[in-house]
């Protein structure tokens, strides 16, 4: 599927914590939404396995499956990153940022947007240091990229960040 999509408003990230729920997560996603397929917790074979049952409900759903970590040559439709893991990856391409540098990198690195984290604090990283809604929107409206917000994030307050759109772990699963 190595086509450009549009940049999904609603990203749902996957994990360990949420893996039990995710199969009634993404049929609640609207079309154009999209999963990041993370699962660093699954050995490569089981994580592989996972992925593409997975990738089929996401497709019957016309939600958009990307990848993360090892993944190479698996058929998604883009990757999620640190911009320097985005390599020459075709299709959709979801970088992270937490700076105003580091949206200069993923700009270079010719992401199609921008996760900017984290906005509000998480429980995958407590007592983390956050950006907070002024500093984050401060950085957003600097970036030429749509920005996706992250961490922290509930349905509640995405509705109040005017961005692109915004994504959650434990938010959306």
């Known amino acids: 599927m190595h086509r ?5 408003r609603v990203v749902l990230l996957s994990d360990a914590r949420n893996d039990h729920r995710l199969e009634s997560a993404i049929s609640r996603l609207p079309p154009g939404s999209a999963l990041v397929f993370r699962h660093y917790h699954l050995p490569p074979a089981a994580r592989r396995a996972r992925f593409e049952v ?3 409900l996401c497709g019957r759903r016309r939600v958009l499956i990307l990848t993360a970590g090892e993944a190479h040559g698996w058929r998604a439709d883009g990757r999620y990153g640190a911009p320097r893991d985005l390599g020459r990856t075709a299709g959709l391409r979801l970088a992270t940022a937490h700076s105003l540098a580091e949206i200069g990198t993923a700009i270079r690195a010719r992401a199609s947007a921008i996760l900017l984290s984290p906005v509000y604090p998480t429980r995958s990283h407590p007592g983390a240091p956050v950006l907070g809604a002024v500093r984050f929107l401060a950085l957003a409206h600097r ?10 994030m509930t349905r509640r307050r995405a509705a109040r960040l005017p961005v692109w759109g915004w994504a959650a772990i434990d938010g959306l699963a």
């Open 4 to 8: 450009c999509h549009p940049v999904p």
């Open 143 to 152: 970036s030429p990229l749509p920005v996706i917000a992250l961490g922290g």
């Open 54 to 56: 997975l990738r089929r």
